[in-house]
């Protein structure tokens, strides 16, 4: 079957813009997370869906990010006001029933925020 | 404050030898640790785990140890073959999943 399919794989946008990053889950999987991986560094974790509602959202670093999961299976990334610092791979997994289930990641969407 | 490290940001080995990749981590409430694969340009694939009741998972030419008293672990592959050449990630399940900054692993023909 279709693994997770994130969109798009590479993004460019200028300071302040505002940017949407997609993620298409394994079909059936619950749970949804969402991660930011910066250069030399490993996967930071922002927020994990359980269905449509954010179980746990304390990895967001700020206000100008958000995620929805309107209908319990793609997810949305959003980001208000980018800022350089918002450069990174955006990695998105979903698992069969989150807890300590095995997480299947996407490629990632780069983002490149000039 | 990273809570799982990865000292080592690479390692090369030769063929055929045994690969060490080391991990440690600070929080003793983790009980449930992974090991991931990433090759260039796709995502992080799973391939080992181990929960905290025990000390060594084997799974073909993949083992890991957990030291839970120094709160170590790792992963060994042996014999390593060319394909394992890829970025390692260990991660460590608490309220959470948190993930180590990564070992480049070269296997050299």
């Known amino acids: 079957g279709a693994g997770v399919s994130q969109t798009p794989s590479n993004k460019v946008t200028e300071k302040g813009k505002y940017v949407e990053l997609r993620c298409d889950p394994i079909s059936g999987h619950t749970a949804l997370y969402w991660y930011r991986q910066s250069l030399g560094q490993g996967p930071e974790f922002l927020i994990y869906f359980q269905g449509t509602g954010a179980a746990d959202d304390s990895g967001l670093p700020n206000d100008r990010f958000f995620a929805v999961r309107p209908e319990g299976s793609v997810s949305t990334l959003k980001i208000q006001r980018t800022e350089r610092g918002d450069s990174a791979v955006y990695l998105c997994?979903?698992?069969?029933?989150?807890?300590?289930?095995?997480?299947?990641f996407g490629a990632g969407t780069r983002l490149s925020v000039l | 404050d990273q809570q799982v490290k990865q000292n080592s940001p690479s390692l090369s080995v030769q063929e055929g030898r045994i690969s060490i990749l080391n991990c440690d981590y600070t929080n003793s409430m983790f009980d449930y640790f992974l090991w991931y694969k990433k090759y260039p340009a796709e995502g992080p694939t799973f391939l080992i785990s181990?929960?905290?009741?025990?000390d060594k998972n084997e799974d073909g030419r993949f083992t890991v140890f957990l030291n839970k008293s120094a709160k170590h672990l790792s992963l060994h592959i042996v014999p390593s073959q060319p394909g394992d050449s890829a970025v390692y990630f260990c991660a460590a399940i608490g309220n959470q999943f948190y993930f180590g900054t990564g070992t480049s692993l070269t296997v050299i023909p």
């Open positions: 181990i929960s905290s009741i025990k």
């Open positions: 997994a979903s698992s069969p029933d989150g807890g300590k289930g095995i997480q299947y």
